[in-house]
């Protein structure tokens, strides 16, 4: 039995829920091996085989992969599948994308957003926001898997001492192209990595507010910044900031929530933070119910208090 | 040129499901079904591009039970031209429903289908790309800003970090993202027009398709409760509480 683990990285480096889902695989049992399909993607490659746990890295490096398109991705797992029992990618905008794909060329169902190995044939995974977690077995000879980051602890990135294979690019396929990216930059820490994140909601009333109001206390924090769709819908901050089902599923040390009333949705991407910490002037707002600390009060007085006194 | 619009019944948004009592499953019994808010999104994105004239027809198709019509006289209400339902009372999951829509692209040769990113149900984010797979398409997931120009269609999407800009080649797929467009209410006229409209039906037998499942649902459990904690009376001490007590600053 052997794990290939599908590396999400910018070519240079592995993103850091690739770790999180070498941990999935070591939990699974067996090898584990793991696919960096990028172009001129040889320190990321390098990465990977220095992550403990890893005893091999499949090097596929090409123009085809310089943009990480998942169709050519896809392509390049399946033609290193046949060695494999479990296919596993993270459950990120990247592997959302690639991960069905593979299983569809494979004929193979997918087992989405495991937060849990059972064995190697049964897993856990939330379904319904959340609100419930479902046990489900696969009966199919090769498993493909979406991990959530957050549920398995992050793999040491030193310290293993694997080998890096090149293997045959795949051709580019032809069926899309890359032409821009818009990243939002930022020197805090990434949302889904963070230890602490400050969090905004409708509550604040303006983007303008939402930067006044949060920022410094980011910044006393060293937080990362996210918002309720509510937020982000309303133009207050990019997409990349939504917290929640359909947005980051998220479970820092300490969740600090600002004028977020807290739907199900919502509570969905944050509810496995270690401390949630609520500020809202509504006393029966939902997010009361999750949070270990609430504090019932004008967001706009509350905050600058909260800043000075930390 | 035609798009297939797959759209899926659902346990209504608002709804919080419990897990059944025996864990087999949860309790969907008399509770409030819709159509899932990102089939509903494309829908909307749908009627945009024929309302554009960049498409010629709307087709929505729905998997499931024989309630399924009414969520596909939804999507017509909101504007589908007409509807396809492949109705079975099996459980149907995302690869399954991948090789049913397959099929029905195969007869309708539509060169865009438009489905939601996921399901709030299963939360599976599967079946687009699946089927883009299984058709050999390309694919543009989490749409937030779609522009078809000829034999081409430039997606903006959303991802981790911020946004990408792809083009792919039609036909294709795309999945849609919340912020894609605001879709609109039907109105009673066209709810009343959406009855007269053609719905075919279809069974997963005449599409010489296997819908077993593959995946066995063993168990479903209650989440690990939260415990509700504790007001603080001011900030000073929410400060000594995440000091002292929580020491996570």
């Given at each position: 039995m052997a794990n290939l683990v599908i590396a999400e990285h910018d070519h240079g480096s592995l993103k850091a829920a690739t770790l999180n889902v070498i941990s999935a695989a070591i939990a699974i049992g067996g090898d584990v091996h793991v696919l960096v399909a990028g172009h001129n993607a040889g320190a990321a490659a390098a990465a990977a085989a220095q992550?403990?746990?890893?005893s091999k890295v499949l090097l596929a490096d090409s123009e085809a992969h310089a943009h990480l398109l998942p169709e050519n991705a896809a392509a390049q797992v399946v033609a290193v599948a046949?060695?494999?029992s479990h296919i596993l990618a993270p459950a990120t905008a990247y592997g959302k994308g690639v991960a069905p794909r593979v299983a569809a060329l494979l004929d193979k169902a997918q087992i989405s957003d495991?937060?849990?190995?059972?064995d190697a044939d049964t897993f856990v995974r939330p379904i319904y926001a959340g609100n419930a977690y479902a046990t489900v077995k696969s009966a199919d000879s090769v498993k493909v898997i979406t991990v959530r980051g957050t549920a398995f602890a992050a793999a040491a990135p030193s310290g293993g001492s694997g080998t890096v294979e090149t293997v045959t690019s795949v051709a580019d396929c032809g069926l899309s192209s890359f032409v821009s990216a818009e990243i939002t930059k930022s020197?805090?820490?990434?949302l889904t990595a963070a230890k602490i994140i400050v969090s905004g909601g409708r509550?604040?009333?303006?983007g303008e507010k939402y930067r006044d109001v949060l920022t410094p206390l980011a910044d006393k924090l060293n937080a990362a910044m996210g918002a309720s769709r509510a937020a982000v819908d309303a133009g207050f901050?990019?997409?990349?900031y939504q917290v929640g089902q359909t947005g980051k599923i998220v479970a820092p040390d300490l969740y600090i929530a600002v004028g977020i009333s807290g739907a199900i949705q919502h509570l969905a991407g944050?509810?496995?933070?270690k401390v949630i910490v609520a500020i809202n002037?509504?006393?029966?707002?939902?997010i009361f119910g999750v949070a270990d600390y609430g504090l019932v009060g004008d967001l706009f007085e509350v905050v600058p208090q909260l800043v000075a006194a930390l | 040129m035609k798009i297939l619009v797959p759209v899926k019944r659902v346990v209504d948004y608002n709804v919080k499901v419990r897990v059944k009592p025996d864990n087999t499953g949860v309790d969907i019994a008399n509770v409030k079904m819709s159509m899932n808010p990102f089939c509903e999104i494309a829908v909307e994105e749908a009627v945009r591009l024929r309302e554009k004239s960049v498409a010629t027809e709307v087709i929505a198709v729905s998997a499931g039970v024989v309630q399924c019509q009414e969520t596909l006289r939804n999507a017509m209400a909101i504007g589908a031209d007409r509807g396809i339902l492949i109705e079975t009372d099996v459980e149907l999951q995302p690869l399954a429903i991948a090789k049913l829509l397959k099929a029905i692209v195969d007869k309708e040769q539509p060169r865009l289908v438009i489905l939601g990113?996921?399901?709030?149900?299963?939360?599976?984010?599967q079946t687009g790309q699946m089927l883009a797979a299984l058709l050999g398409w390309g694919q543009a997931t989490f749409a937030s800003k779609v522009e078809v120009a000829g034999d081409v269609a430039t997606v903006t999407r959303e991802i981790d970090g911020g946004a990408e800009t792809v083009a792919i080649k039609l036909p294709a797929i795309i999945t849609t993202d919340l912020r894609l467009n605001e879709p609109r209410y039907a109105t009673l006229p066209n709810i009343m027009k959406a009855k007269k409209k053609q719905l075919d039906i279809f069974k997963p037998a005449d599409l010489a398709?296997?819908?077993?499942?593959?995946?066995?649902?063993l168990r479903v459990d209650e989440p690990p409760k939260r415990q509700g904690g504790v007001k603080v009376a001011d900030v000073a001490a929410l400060v000594d509480k995440l000091k002292n007590e929580a020491k996570v600053i």
């Open positions: 992550v403990a746990g890893v046949a060695a494999y495991i937060i849990k190995v059972v020197e805090r820490p990434e509550g604040l009333g303006s901050v990019p997409n990349d944050m509810k496995d933070s002037k509504d006393p029966d707002a939902p | 990113k996921q399901a709030i149900d299963d939360d599976a984010n398709v296997d819908v077993a499942p593959r995946l066995t649902t």
